[in-house]
């Protein structure tokens, strides 16, 4: 089983910028779609963003479309997400994911699996 580790969040300044990373170990990473997902307190979690296993395809919510970036390093076994002008409304722990394929064949939560633990998102206003 694949372990995902992600890093990057913090606290930011409402406009200010994060690029969160998410760290896989083993060696099939580059077999794989990966995604981002996020859960506010109180909301369930919602897919953000992802990218099929050789970075040609990227998808986005509509939430965050235009301001964030979803790229990979299959050399480096690892998955960014930068986000841009950031809104108090992105605050939430974001969690990367492995696809269950190497396309993206959905963007709902049931077409990954290998989650990690999560890094918190905090955006003040």
């Known amino acids: 089983q694949v372990q995902l580790v992600e890093s990057g969040g913090g606290l930011v300044q409402a406009g200010g910028s994060l690029r969160l990373s998410c760290a896989a170990s083993?060696?099939?990473?580059?077999?794989?779609?990966m995604g981002w997902f996020r859960q506010a307190p109180g909301k369930e979690r919602e897919f953000v963003a992802a990218?099929?296993?050789?970075?040609?395809?990227?998808y986005y919510s509509d939430s965050v479309k235009g301001r964030s970036t979803i790229s990979r390093d299959n050399a480096k076994n690892t998955v960014y997400l930068q986000m841009n002008s950031l809104k108090p409304e992105d605050t939430a722990v974001y969690y990367c994911a492995r696809g269950i394929g190497a396309i993206v064949g959905t963007t709902s939560s049931t077409g990954f699996d290998n989650w990690g633990q999560g890094t918190q998102v905090a955006v003040s206003s």
């Open positions: 990218i099929n296993w050789s970075g040609g395809s990227a």
């Open positions: 083993g060696r099939t990473f580059s077999r794989y779609a």
